[in-house]
Each structure stands twice: as structure tokens, then as C-alpha cells.
Nanobody, 120 residues
């Protein structure tokens, strides 16, 4: 199973970016998909997650500015980032918890990370 993230880049303060992440491989069901980020010298932190039943969880620092959504086939996740701030600068990682066919164990997987830089 692989997670392929895209959409990072350089944006000015107040601007917007949209991150995408697609999961591929032997997947029965993705229970949760989301985004974490890691700034230089800091620990990786939650940005937003969304479960298969639609429940969302956002970091306080992004509430009201970022929106997470899942693709129609539920194997993709998107992060719409608006009103961006320099503090949003980090490497953003896609994350998923999923079930494989014929197995009850819940696996998890990280994507490769995509750089987001907010600067004028």
C-alpha cells in the first residue's frame, strides 16, 4: 500500500494551497485518512483527520482555515488550506489507517511528505 501526496509549494501569507493524497494497493477499507506536519526542529503534529464515517479532527491552530475532505472512492484525501500563515510552513505528511482483504488487523501508513512554505 502506498500513499502519494502532492500539492505542496510556496505561497504568500493569506494565500491558499490544496494538498492531495491518493492511496493505492491491496486495501479493503480505509478507516481514517489525514494529514500531519513537521516543521524544522519540531515534532510531527496532527493537522486534520477524517474517518470513514465522516468524523473530523482538526488541530486548534488550523480550525476555521483548513478543510479536510475525502474522495468519492474514499481512497483519497484532500486538505484545502486557506488564510495561510508563516507558522504553517512545514513538511506535510499524508497518513492512513486501513484494512487489507481477508485480514482484521488495522495497518497504518505514511506518505512521503510534501513541503509547504508560507513566505512573502
Amino acid at each position: 500500500v502506498q500513499l502519494q501526496a502532492s500539492g505542496g509549494g510556496l505561497v504568500q501569507p493569506g494565500g491558499s494551497l490544496r494538498l492531495s493524497c491518493a492511496a493505492s494497493g491491496s486495501i479493503l477499507r480505509i478507516n481514517l485518512m489525514g494529514w500531519y506536519r513537521q516543521a524544522p526542529g519540531q515534532q510531527r503534529e496532527l493537522v486534520a483527520t477524517k474517518t470513514s464515517d465522516g468524523s473530523t479532527n482538526y488541530a486548534d491552530s488550523v480550525k476555521g482555515r483548513f478543510t479536510i475532505s475525502r474522495g468519492n472512492n474514499k481512497n483519497a484525501v484532500y486538505l484545502q488550506m486557506n488564510s495561510m500563515k508563516p507558522d504553517d510552513t512545514a513538511v506535510y505528511y499524508c497518513y492512513a489507517k486501513f484494512l487489507r482483504f481477508g485480514q482484521s488487523y488495522e495497518y497504518d501508513r505514511w506518505g512521503q511528505g510534501t513541503q509547504v512554505t508560507v513566505s512573502s
